[in-house]
């Protein structure tokens, strides 16, 4: 599986300095005589001994016969001297014809590649040129050369300094198919095993380029100002090494550049040092990295691939055992990769791919940190500073030397870890006033002798190298112990001063660092860390607060004792009391010295006391809590039911219960009136906070083993049109702070019933109407009417007794068209036949009742006393009120008519005219009028042989919502 990490520099945050020196200590390289002209001091560095070497390719030295021989300075680790120019040459030495050939030096880039080791430097001149005379009057210049200074203490460097130079090899290496041209000493290294130099050539055979490994020798070095006197120099006898050693055809592979950067690793299961070689213009630009074995033998060979086209992979290469494995690890920097963020492109803004080193020796790709910023070039320059803080760890700078004008150019610091890089860096270098910062960086050594690695880094615009000294990292350990494993609760401010000591003791551990007087340690003790000043818990005797800090001199070891003592009546008495100390270190300035710094990783401390609790040997408490319930009333009825009383009872025949709280959710509609307990002595329970449906409870802290309290919730319902569901659910939970306790959870469920008791009666009028010409009413009516048409008007009324609201009645009426005789003649007797009209008596605005006829041919009027019953009851079925049917003849008032010879008129299929109305909300005590009109033709009446009747309207279906 491969574990990649995608890494952006803007993540940086809460940075902070480890352990470089900030900016204001920094040192400046001094140049003795510098030149005025760009020297690009700083072009490369390495470190010699004692000594920072300084390439400065164009550098020009006053009293120099030779233009712009450049320079390789050194750079003692003092303070107050000057670097000195490396006398890298022999006596005498000019562009001056020596026998058949002479070399000419004048701009020829000496030190624009530099390596070292105790014995040797190594400075590549790729512009050198050898300038050859064939005996026949034709010349050749064969470019670039390394140059070797012999380093020890008998010889001087005039005398040791050797030309290695690819002439050597043969002579036809003139020509830019072979040697000729090559750039031989753009990259230069020293490896250890074997012991041999490495030398690349990124411009022979047509700029395909490629690598030399020559062996070091003690003497007889070929003198490159005769390198006709062997014509054939056996430089494969030598054991002088190349790859590739001869052109091949192959076109596609012609300006790719291999050699324009080197690295010495080991890569393979051999102890010799392995290759690796970029070729950052292979694959159509997409660029590769070369890693061969110390042989440089082909079969060797393997390739890591660039992604993106010009990106330039492989333009720095680092070699560096990042997690501490033992096996070495690889970054390859890309700086001209176009980074692609959301939907920004960031041209050049470069990248780093980090590869770690398998035990297989494979190579995976880990982490890639991309740039941020536009032309900045990010991973320009990538080295191994060694482990700068001591964790173990092997850290690593990236440089981005490029920007725009208001923007400073940078070096990251990165640590190392056993997981890869830590990203973000631990620190950022920079300094707007130099421009280039970050061309080079050398790390790994020693400047102040203070047994931590120090940083160079040139800025190639500014003719300087900037001297970075790291701070010594000290690491603290720190041992609390107690007078007892647990804090007794009863370790108060009245008790003994010794009921809880606690003892800090604090040791410098695994350091160089020798404690000065100069260093102070503050360390301030904060007890109850994770409460609020109100809740702490423990306080110090001493000044009856929860914290203290205390400054000491910095000593190998410190100790210190504490009285400390328990609030009274503490609630928490589960949660352990976290001890935290923080350090913080001071240094009074010397400006000789470097002052130490606190590992950030360990400048706080934190530590939890348990408090003491009844929980058996383990102390750890396993309560067994039950919950059970009643309640009262059982059932809930509107209108009549306004309280409601829970019983609960909670039972814990476990350990101790800690922090035991009761919670009970009310449904809508219901409030909370109080809370009492018959076991609990001083109760406490509130609605939370953030809801004023949920009472909490405390039922004990702890509800001690064996024990059961009970509780009694009284709610009340003072408005029950707010309930909004059936039945009224309450939910209950109870909870303990003991680990791994389980949420108690219960339910009581109380069903609601609605009883609003709707009465229903009816008038009709006239009341009676008769063929008998003697009939009173008839004669009143024909005497006024100057029509033979009579108005019939049945009225219901529908009142609500209570005891709560009718939400909705539905009422089917059903008014007869007269008798089936009539009704086969064709002549209904009854006309006009209206929807019902509906009046409410309190509020006859009111309009949200309404009537409709009933269409169904296949209706047949149920007997109401007989109703059959709905299959299922929905809720609001449930609520059916007891209704009085009032079929309006019954209702009459009685006259002298005798009962007995009244026939009603039933109200039959199509002789039935059926309606159906609505009616909203009923309110208590309220009413509704229902008014049924038609015109009867008292003409036709008269001549239905009608005798005595009953013109019978029935209400029946009366449904409450
Ligand atoms: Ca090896
Ligand atoms: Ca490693
Ligand atoms: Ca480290
Ligand atoms: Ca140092």
Known sequence: MLFFLLIFLSCISSLYSFNYQTVEHWRYLRQDKPTQKASYFGYSLAVHRSSLLVGAPRDHSPHDIIARRGTVWKCEFHPDSYCQRLPFRRDGEANVRVGTSFDNKTDQWLGASLAANDGNIIAGAPFLKHRINDGHSLEYEIPGGALIGKYGTSLSMKESTQIFSPSFLNWHSRNYNQEGYGEFGFQVALSRKPERIIVTAPGSF???????????????????????????????????????????????????????????????????????????????????????????????????????????????????????????????????????????????????????????????????IEGTREGGRFGHAITNLGDIDKDGY?????????????????????????????????????????KGFGWAIQGQFDYDNNGYLDLAVSSIHSETVAIILSRPVLRLQTKLSHSSSTLPLNCTLRSDDACFVLSICIYLVNNNYKPSKRDTLTYEIQLDKDKDQADKRLYFRESYKPSKKRQLRLADRVCHDYSLYMKDDVGDKLKPIRIHTEYTLSSKSDPNLVPPMLDPANSSFSYNIPIQKDCGPDDICISNLDISTTKSPNIYKVGLTKKILLNINVTNTGENAYDTKCFIQLPTGVEYVSANSSSIRNLYCNLMKQSDRIIVCQLGNPLLANTNVSLQIHTAVNNYSAIQSDPLVFHINVTSDNPDSKKLSAEISIPIFSTPELVLSGVAKPEQIGTDTSDSVLVRYASSSKTNDLEIIHTYTLHNRGPSDAKRTEIKLMWPMLPSVAFEQQSPLLYGIDLPNIIRVSDPKANKDRCHIYHSSSYKAPLIENEAKPQQQSFLEKFRPPITNNPILQELPTSNRPVESSTPIFCHGPLCKTFICYIDTLPIGHSVLIQLKATLRYNQFQSVRLRTGDMKSESFECLFY
């Open 394 to 434: 092997n850290d690593v700078a990236i440089s981005m030397p490029f920007g725009h004008q208001n923007s400073s150019n940078t070096v990251y610091i990165y640590r190392g870890s056993k997981d890869g890089l830590i990203i973000p860096p631990t620190q950022i270098l920079q300094k707007p006033s130099l």
């Open 206 to 368: 047509y700029f395909r380029g490629g690598v030399h490994s020559i062996p070091i020798m003690d003497k007889n070095w070929v003198d490159t100002r005769h390198p006709f006197t062997s014509p054939h120099y056996k430089w494969r006898d030598a054991g002088w090494l190349r790859y590739p050693s001869n052109y091949s055809s192959n076109e596609y592979d012609d300006w790719c550049y291999r050699g324009y950067a080197l690295a010495l690793g080991n890569f393979n299961n051999d102890d010799n040092q392995e290759l690796i070689v970029s070729i950052p213009k292979l694959h159509n630009y997409r660029g590769a990295v070369e890693i061969m074995n110390s042989n440089l033998e082909e079969r060797s060979i393997r390739t890591l691939n660039g992604s993106q086209m010009g990106e330039y992979f492989g333009a720095s290469l680092c070699v560096v055992d990042i997690n501490n494995d033992g096996l070495d690890d690889l970054l390859v920097g890309a700086p001209l990769y176009t980074v692609k963020k959301d939907t920004r492109i960031i041209p050049d803004a470069g990248r780093v791919v980090i590869y770690h080193q398998t035990p297989e020796h494979k190579l995976i790709r880990k982490q890639t």
